[in-house]
């Protein structure tokens, strides 16, 4: 059942003329920050030729890209979660799968399963674009594929954090909003805390991701988007024990 879930949002994702104009405009955007970042590395070639150490292709052009991936991806993933729930409850078309033999759980696993098999291609378009590097360098596959892992361990935790927000509203205006303002305050949290007071951003998913973009694998920064996304996923499960306990 989770499986057939899946399929009918991604099913309901690609058709929709909107989500291929997103898509559109997001892969120029990817393409315009790769190429920035490309002329601005060849820029400073005999700088870098100087130094014995220099940054390659793949840390001054790559590493920058997913980290731009990730500041867009957060901004975009609540429009998507906004709708997972939130727009089919306002539409009455939530009422048919709440009635129906199916548990909380499947529907919230198969609505997260089907929104990240959904952003799976947005994250292999960013390696593509920089394995075009190839072409002229060597790259670090290393780094690149730390960085791809990052960012879908991140995208899952905004999703998961959309699917709860879009759970407790009936406008999916709000759950956007909502679910964009908690990401972003969890960034804030990220930048202004200070380097001693560790806590707190330790709790933070944009602090764990910088260890994967500098192609560092850490299992805490693994165990911690894994129960970041339970956390927010058990949440939404219980959102929904109680919207059709209560028939909301």
Request: charged content about 10%.
């Given at each position: ?5 899946a399929r009918k949002e991604l099913r309901s994702l690609f058709g929709t003329p909107s989500t291929w104009l997103i898509l559109g405009m997001l892969q120029f955007i990817f393409a315009l920050f790769f190429l920035a970042r490309l002329d601005a590395f060849i820029q400073l070639q005999p700088q870098l030729a100087q130094l014995i150490n220099a940054p390659g292709a793949t840390s001054a052009v790559a590493a920058p890209l997913f980290s731009s991936a990730a500041l867009i991806m957060m901004m975009l ?172």
């Amino acid at each position: 059942m989770i499986l057939t879930i899946a399929r009918k949002e991604l099913r309901s994702l690609f058709g929709t003329p909107s989500t291929w104009l997103i898509l559109g405009m997001l892969q120029f955007i990817f393409a315009l920050f790769f190429l920035a970042r490309l002329d601005a590395f060849i820029q400073l070639q005999p700088q870098l030729a100087q130094l014995i150490n220099a940054p390659g292709a793949t840390s001054a052009v790559a590493a920058p890209l997913f980290s731009s991936a990730a500041l867009i991806m957060m901004m975009l993933i609540p429009v998507f979660t906004m709708r997972l729930i939130a727009e089919e409850r306002r539409n009455q078309t939530m009422t048919l799968l709440m009635s129906s033999p199916v548990s909380n759980w499947e529907i919230v696993l198969g609505k997260f399963t089907g929104l990240m098999l959904f952003l799976v291609p947005v994250t292999l378009s960013c390696v593509l674009i920089v394995l075009t590097l190839a072409a002229g360098t060597q790259l670090d596959i290393g780094l690149i594929l730390a960085n791809a892992l990052g960012l879908m361990l991140l995208c899952a935790s905004y999703a998961a954090l959309g699917m709860y927000v879009s759970a407790l509203t009936l406008q999916p205006a709000i759950a956007a909003i909502g679910a964009l303002a908690i990401s972003f305050g969890l960034m804030l949290v990220d930048i202004s805390t200070e380097e001693h007071d560790a806590s707190w951003r330790a709790l933070t998913p944009t602090h764990h991701f910088q260890n994967f973009n500098i192609g560092l694998l850490n299992s805490g920064d693994m165990v911690f988007f894994l129960l970041f996304c339970g956390f927010f996923l058990v949440l939404t499960i219980r959102q929904l024990h109680n919207n059709r306990m209560y028939g909301q």
